[in-house]
């Protein structure tokens, strides 16, 4: 079975800093990866996600991710965050052709932005 | 617009009471799935469907059921609730496209159930 990782629980920010948040996933073949995120008191929206092709995709609101399959990880990245980025964000995977389209989720990193 | 709800948006229950939560999806999607979200655990799946009469079970499937009877819907019942399942809890829906498993879930606005 899959399982991901995401190395940090708490991030604090200021403004136009730029954000790195870790993501390693656990799974031999091929992976579907995705990143979430949870502004306060709402639900699960889609930040972006990787299929295949070019492991450098780009998402909504500047975000960005890369995937490194030797280290198996799915970096989310921002140049520079705002207050409004506050929020908690998950990392996912679906291995692909096993036989599920069920996501596993890494336990989410709260980032914090400090105006 | 197509979407997925969920009712109610918060609940309390009493301890060993059957509660059942709803979840509605507007998609046409044949996936549905049952996440539970607790502080220090992100989310983690209860049941999930693949389609008409398909239910599995999934990570936290102990004193959770559910039912698939037509493709919008998927309730979630606690058979008796106990104060560890206070939590809050997620619907999703994806599509299938054949052999491509190239699909995102879709998430409901989340129920807060808390059992007393």
């Known amino acids: 079975a899959q399982s991901v990782s995401q190395h940090n629980h708490h991030v604090i920010l200021s403004e136009a800093a730029s954000l790195e948040l870790g993501c390693n996933y656990s799974y031999g073949g091929t992976v579907n990866l995705f990143w979430y995120v949870q502004y306060p008191g709402q639900h699960l929206q889609l930040l972006l996600k990787?299929?295949?092709?070019?492991?450098l995709v780009k998402g909504i609101k500047g975000f960005e991710a890369e995937f490194i399959k030797s280290k198996f990880s799915f970096n989310l990245r921002k140049p520079s965050v705002q207050w409004s980025d506050t929020a908690e964000y998950f990392c996912?995977?679906?291995?692909?052709?096993?036989?599920?389209?069920?996501?596993?989720f890494g336990k989410g990193t709260k980032l914090s932005v400090i105006p | 617009d197509a979407e997925i709800t969920q009712s109610p948006r918060h609940k309390i229950t009493e301890t060993g009471r059957q509660v059942t939560l709803a979840c509605h999806q507007t998609w046409n999607h044949n996936n549905m799935f049952w996440y539970r979200q607790d502080l220090g655990h992100g989310l983690r799946l209860i049941h999930y469907s693949y389609g008409v009469q398909d239910t599995n079970k999934g990570e936290v499937s102990d004193g959770y059921s559910v039912s698939r009877s037509n493709t919008e819907d998927l309730p979630l019942t606690l058979e008796s609730a106990a104060s560890s399942q206070t939590s809050v809890y997620f619907c999703?829906?994806?599509?299938?496209?054949?052999?491509?498993?190239?699909?995102?879930?879709?998430f409901g606005q989340g129920t807060r159930l808390t059992v007393v």
């Open positions: 999703a829906s994806s599509e299938q496209k054949g052999t491509a498993r190239n699909t995102e879930a879709f």
């Open positions: 996912a995977v679906n291995a692909k052709g096993a036989g599920s389209y069920q996501l596993t």
């Open positions: 990787y299929f295949s092709g070019d492991p």
